[in-house]
């Protein structure tokens, strides 16, 4: 989405997945919310106070709702932008981050193997999708041949703990450990700490992590040791960076998740993660479907090439 304002125009974005699932909003509900709620409201808001209110205030103006949370971190970031290039300052700068020093994860699926791929040079860590019906010995060799930590992503699809845990005993000697995610549903904390004690790896959550309460919880019940912070799951820059600072005081490990964002994202989330001492997280710059211009020397660092799909299609007047 975008922000005109004083002839400036600021750039937000989040990448919802075309279906709702495991309690996050589809496409079209965050842009249903961000166009007929989220805008006009943030719209009256600039009209009544005859300027754009400071980026920092905006997440608390959502509603319980995902659609809103999401809607509301897309409107967030643009304020960002839009405060930035104001002052012509940069996002790095802006937090005094070196967000070149960020570690980055490769993301494969297990489900349907491409044997052929091999995780990029400077990723740290692979995480991999995986599910009830996988056979890992199968592609144990083709995993070990990373020769990087693992990090088995379930999307609560597991069955139970001792399916689980068979699932990774019958490849733990043949393959570097990072951790097992989210193998159950994301309020079932019991299962998810039952697993932490039968196993030597850790278990991470991610689903599960939507608010500083959750944090607090999974680090009360151990049901984790790590968890992923994914900005517009939890509304946005600001309570990303209140979660991962949360989450080191309570003694758990981080690292910043994404979905399928433009550089535009990239780059903002990228600043989160070189915030905090975060582990390899998903946050590598990518290409995307050629809607992007040159990186500018101010605000998050990204603009849409003017009349490209990422501009028209996401484009609301504030």
């Not at 125009?9 to 075309?18: I, T």
């Not at 990239?266 to 809607?291: G, I, N, P």
């Not at 101010?298 to 849409?304: L, Y």
Request: some cysteine; hydrophobic content about 45%; overall charge negative.
């Amino acid at each position: 989405m975008s922000l005109e304002h004083d002839g400036i125009v600021g750039w937000g974005e989040v990448s919802a997945l075309p279906e709702a699932i495991l309690d996050d909003p589809s496409g079209e509900q965050v842009w249903r919310e961000l166009v007929e709620i989220a805008g006009p409201r943030f719209r009256e808001l600039v009209e009544r106070e005859s300027s754009v209110p400071e980026w920092s205030r905006v997440a608390r103006m959502a509603a319980s709702r995902t659609s809103s949370i999401w809607a509301f971190a897309a409107v967030e970031m643009a304020v960002l932008d839009h405060h930035l290039r104001s002052r012509g300052e940069d996002l790095a700068d802006f937090w005094e981050v070196d967000a070149a020093r960020v570690a980055e994860m490769a993301t494969t699926s297990l489900i349907s193997p491409d044997r052929s791929w091999q995780p990029p040079a400077g990723a740290q860590r692979v995480r991999a999708k995986v599910d009830p019906s996988v056979d890992l010995s199968a592609v144990a060799d083709w995993m070990a041949s990373w020769r990087r930590p693992v990090l088995l992503d379930y999307n609560a699809s597991a069955r139970d703990v001792a399916h689980v845990v068979e699932q990774w005993r019958s490849v733990a000697d043949r393959v570097e450990w990072s951790a097992l995610e989210q193998p159950f549903a994301p309020g079932d904390l019991t299962r998810h700490a039952e697993l932490a004690l039968a196993i030597p790896v850790r278990v991470s959550m991610d689903e599960g992590v939507r608010s500083i309460l959750d944090v607090r919880r999974i680090a009360r019940y151990g049901a984790a040791s790590l968890v992923c912070v994914k900005p517009p799951r939890v509304g946005g820059l600001a309570n990303a960076r209140a979660l991962l600072s949360e989450a080191a005081s309570l003694g758990l490990a981080t690292y910043v998740g994404g979905f399928f964002e433009s550089p535009l994202a990239r780059h903002a989330h990228r600043c989160v993660a070189a915030s905090f001492d975060v582990e390899a997280s998903d946050v590598a710059l990518v290409q995307y479907r050629e809607t992007l211009g040159s990186p500018l020397d101010s605000g998050v660092g990204w603009s849409p090439l003017s009349g490209s799909a990422l501009e028209t299609a996401t484009r609301v007047e504030i």
